[in-house]
């Protein structure tokens, strides 16, 4: 059994589309919302600002939990365990270096990513987006006894959302 990744996302809704990272992953060129891992030392809000900044070159402002999120990749079984925020766009850095294997930042409409869902990095990417748009929110206190969540993913995973 492969150990579980642990991530964070944000879904970034502006003038009605949304920020995407389009990225190399597992050989493939995908679509996904930013985030990676958290680092030591950081909080999931932190984790997820920083990440956006470093894949985008945005600024966000990281407003609720929309919700936790467990995915196993199909072929591999590999567990991702995807923690989701709703973020507020502040502004973006056109001349900003992104991440290493980043292609670039996308701003798109649900229709458009329901139309590509093959190009996404797994089915959490439009998961969270709808369940953002319904208006699905968490309380944050659900994370904040499991703090760091490194070593509390078992209890975070028994809180996820299966995708």
């Not at 964070?8 to 990272?21: N, S, T």
């Not at 990225?23 to 990676?36: C, D, I, M, N, Y």
């Not at 919700?67 to 502004?91: D, N, S």
Request: proline share 4%; charged share 25%; glycine share 6%.
């Amino acid at each position: 059994m492969h150990p579980t990744d642990l991530t964070v996302a944000a879904v970034v809704e502006h003038e009605g589309r949304f920020l995407l990272v389009e990225e190399h992953a597992s050989g493939r060129r995908v679509l996904s919302q930013p985030g990676g891992h958290i680092e030591a030392g950081e909080s999931p809000e932190e984790a997820v600002i920083r990440e956006a900044l470093e894949e985008t070159g945005c600024d966000i402002a990281c407003a609720d939990l929309v919700g936790v999120y467990l995915w196993i990749h199909p072929q591999t079984r590999q567990q991702f365990l995807r923690i989701v925020y709703a973020a507020t766009f502040l502004h973006c850095d056109e001349n900003r270096k992104l991440d290493d294997g980043i292609l670039g930042r996308q701003w798109m409409t649900l229709e458009e990513l329901e139309q590509r869902q093959p190009k996404l990095r797994s089915p959490a990417v439009l998961r969270c987006i709808r369940d953002y748009l319904s208006g699905k929110r968490q309380s944050d206190a659900l994370l904040t006894g499991m703090l760091p969540l490194q070593h509390n993913v078992d209890r975070v995973l028994a809180t996820a959302d299966l995708v």
